[in-house]
Nanobody
Framework: QVQLVESGGGLVQAGGSLRLSCAVS????????MSWFRQAPGKEREFVAW?????HYADSVSGRFTISRDNAKNMVYLQMNSLKPEDTAVYYC???????????????WGQGTQVTVSS
């Protein structure tokens, strides 16, 4: 059974940093994209970043967030710097066979971790 488990969320002041982790178990994804999405209250889930043969970021986080993978440990990370109140959301890691920013292309999802940025 494939499981993705996020951790590292919490409450941080604006301008601060957090590092999210996603532990993958049940299989090793040696292909496709490992990605982070987020969903703020009352909003649709949106793409944040993917890691595969390359990395790709949403414009809203480019230059502030960094996605990385440790394939040996089957882990994916999201380093978030210069956090803003508008980054407040539940953050999810997910896997797709495609390099896609669309959530419907993703078959495997974690349960999410809450990130709250206070002003």
């Amino acid at each position: 059974q494939v499981q993705l488990v996020e951790s590292g969320g919490g409450l941080v002041q604006a301008g601060g940093s957090l590092r999210l982790s996603c532990a993958v178990s049940g299989r090793t994804f040696s292909y496709g994209a490992m990605s982070w999405f987020r969903q703020a209250p009352g909003k649709e889930r949106e793409f944040v970043a993917w890691s595969g043969a390359s990395t790709h970021y949403a414009d809203s986080v480019s230059g502030r967030f960094t996605i990385s993978r440790d394939n040996a440990k089957n882990m994916v990370y999201l380093q978030m710097n210069s956090l803003k109140p508008e980054d407040t959301a539940v953050y999810y890691c997910a896997h797709s066979s495609f390099y896609s920013t669309g959530e419907y292309d993703y078959n495997y999802w974690g349960q999410g971790t809450q990130v709250t940025v206070s002003s």
